[in-house]
């Protein structure tokens, strides 16, 4: 507030720097001819300080001063119209209390929402004599409003005020209008400045979120994080997350936050009802700026005040919601909107995919556990013991490619002096493999009470197939009957890979061809008998056991098999099998296997 020994009276002296008319012709308005050179001067110095920032904070520093140059105020006021509430708020002020700082003024209110209102400047000598006078002051007792208006846009109001009545005359009147203009395009300029500048800045935090969200997959520390980088942009108070429960039509809420605090949120909405349901509905973003005045408001924390609820959509549709609280009225404003619109694609995108993540990381777990099971019961079909013969011995290792594999392999006891050896392969890998081995080698222990010869064996399965037939689905099989008697070996071959035959170390092929199991009707196999002396070994194996490839592509092949089985022929069965197993998963390294690996081996004692 002003005192009289402080404010200077016409003729009195200036300080240095500072302009004072010298008398009242030398405030001439635009249309008059002559310019005082002091004014012209001012006007220069004005235009430099305006001129020479963009900080809004700086100008309006600036501003006052200039003021202060032609005006010896001591309370002064810059109030800049607020667009969206449409009430004039101080944004710059020197000898108001706090409490008068954060007043809103409505348009026509008061003399300063006079000024606004009609756009013309207003000189009073004696405030106590108007009637619509906001008495914020009671000291006050004069005081000049001028509007700022930029290309024919009202933006705010200077406002001046003495303690003295009578304080103003005509002359600041029209320096100070004459001036509005200038200080209205620069603080204009300023605004604008700041709110690029803040698009900008708000715009590189959204694309550092984006990229960010992009790498998140878990959908609960997704929410959570969301909820950290919002506040880079909105200094919101409550924030929630609602997504929508397509089968039961209801709003969950998988986040939320109060105060910085974790809220935990049971209850459930329906999806068309409150402020959410109404940007589900709209697909919009619905901004409310009191609540407590909205009937469609669905009251979660009552501070509330401001709320605004964003629709996810992703693909066309609406996936949930982000509700974002104020306790402040009329808090949220259209550059909110903007970032958090744009935002909000994005979120939709990172939930969803952290949602389809979930399901298949959901489904690979029931799918492993259904794995593991099968795996579990295809390792029970596998013969629980080798037959016993006193003049041979028998050894088997599987090993599957994945969980399960096609490959199978039996032993069927005939009588104390037979027994049969199956080895199988089917097509495809997998569960769709094994239970396809699951079934060959149910119809095959079904029939073994027959004691069916290799080639009459291989025609009854055929047969069985055929009868059961599925597309795409054989199965390879080498079956074999051990007489423990005359050490003989019948063999006949459904298109299964041929077997090895060593004696004292020298390793042949045996020549057995035949259809595989399932391709063709009324199939026939040729049956091959092969005799034996003791020291003799017999390998059947699967197609993954030459076919198995190292990290440079190369396959194991036979003779590296052959090469094996020459190197271990004084071993036994048992140590023959590990050796050739060991050697293929030597050569493999660190590759994954793409095949089953399944070694039979007899050997002749």
Not at 272 to 294: M, T
Not at 446 to 456: C, T
Not at 505 to 528: C, D, Q, R, S
């Amino acid at each position: 507030m002003v005192s009289e020994q402080s404010q200077n009276k016409p003729g009195e002296e200036v300080f240095e720097g500072d302009y004072r008319p010298s008398s009242p012709e030398a405030l001439t308005s635009p249309g008059q001819a002559r310019v005082d050179p002091l004014q012209t001067e001012f006007l220069i110095r004005l235009a430099d300080a305006l001129n020479t920032t963009l900080d809004l904070q700086t100008l309006l520093e600036r501003t006052a001063s200039l003021v202060r140059a032609v005006i010896d105020y001591r309370i002064f006021a810059i109030l800049l119209l607020n667009d969206r509430t449409g009430d004039l708020r101080m944004r710059f002020q020197l000898g108001h209390t706090p409490e008068v700082e954060r007043m809103r003024i409505k348009i026509g209110q008061g003399v300063v929402g006079d000024v606004a209102q009609r756009r013309e400047p207003i000189l009073l000598n004696d405030v106590t004599q108007v009637s619509n006078y906001i008495n914020a002051n009671p000291d006050v007792r004069s005081e000049l409003a001028v509007p700022l208006i930029v290309k024919n846009r009202l933006i705010g109001v200077i406002d001046i005020q003495s303690e003295q009545p009578g304080y103003f005359s005509t002359e600041h009147q029209r320096l100070l209008t004459l001036t509005a203009s200038r200080i209205a395009q620069a603080i204009e300029n300023a605004r604008l400045y700041t709110r690029v500048a803040r698009q900008a800045q708000t715009l590189q935090v959204l694309n550092e979120i984006s990229r960010e969200l992009t790498s998140i997959l878990d959908l609960d520390e997704l929410l959570e994080r969301i909820g950290q980088l919002l506040r880079r942009i909105i200094d919101y108070q409550m924030f929630s997350v609602w997504l929508v429960n397509e089968r039961d039509r209801l709003l969950e809420a998988r986040f939320a936050t109060r105060f910085g605090e974790r809220l935990d949120i049971t209850v459930k909405l329906p999806v068309d009802e409150g402020l959410c349901g109404i940007a589900i509905a709209e697909r919009r973003v619905v901004n409310i700026p009191d609540v407590r005045k909205d009937p469609r408001y669905h009251m979660m924390n009552p501070e509330t005040r401001s709320e605004m609820a964003v629709p996810l959509i992703h693909k066309g549709a609406v996936i949930g919601v982000l509700d974002i609280e104020h306790t402040r009225t009329s808090y949220f404003n259209e550059d909110h909107e903007r970032a958090v619109t744009t935002l909000a694609a994005q979120v939709a995108i990172a939930i969803e995919n952290a949602r389809l993540y979930q399901r298949v990381t959901q489904q690979e777990q029931r799918l492993e556990r259904d794995l593991s099971m099968a795996r579990e019961v295809q390792l029970r079909l596998l013969p629980p013991a080798k037959p016993q013969h006193r003049r041979a011995e028998f050894s088997a290792r599987f090993v599957p490619a994945r969980t399960i594999g096609g490959d199978l392999y039996d032993f069927l006891q005939y009588d104390e002096n037979r027994s049969a050896i199956a080895l199988g392969d089917v097509s495809g890998k997998a569960a769709p493999a094994a239970l396809y081995a699951a079934l060959v080698s149910g119809i095959m222990r079904s029939v073994s009470n027959q004691h069916l010869s290799p080639s009459e064996m291989l025609r009854t399965l055929n047969d069985a197939l055929q009868e059961r037939r599925l597309d795409s689905q054989y199965v390879a099989m080498l079956f074999a009957v051990w007489n423990d008697e005359n050490l003989t070996l019948q063999i006949a071959n459904a298109g299964a890979v041929q077997p090895l035959f060593c004696r004292s170390g020298e390793v042949e092929t045996i020549k057995a061809e035949g259809f595989p199991l399932g391709m063709f009707p009324n199939a026939e196999y040729e049956e091959f008998s092969l005799a034996t002396q003791p020291g003799d070994s017999l390998i059947f194996f699967s197609d993954g056991i030459p076919d198995a490839q190292n990290s440079a592509g190369e396959m194991y092949g036979n003779e590296r098999l052959i090469a094996c089985v020459r190197k271990n022929h004084q071993k036994s069965a048992s140590k023959i099998a590990e050796a050739i197993i060991g050697e293929v998963a030597k050569f493999q390294g660190k590759r994954e296997r793409f095949d089953d690996e399944t070694v039979v081996v007899l050997r002749v004692l």
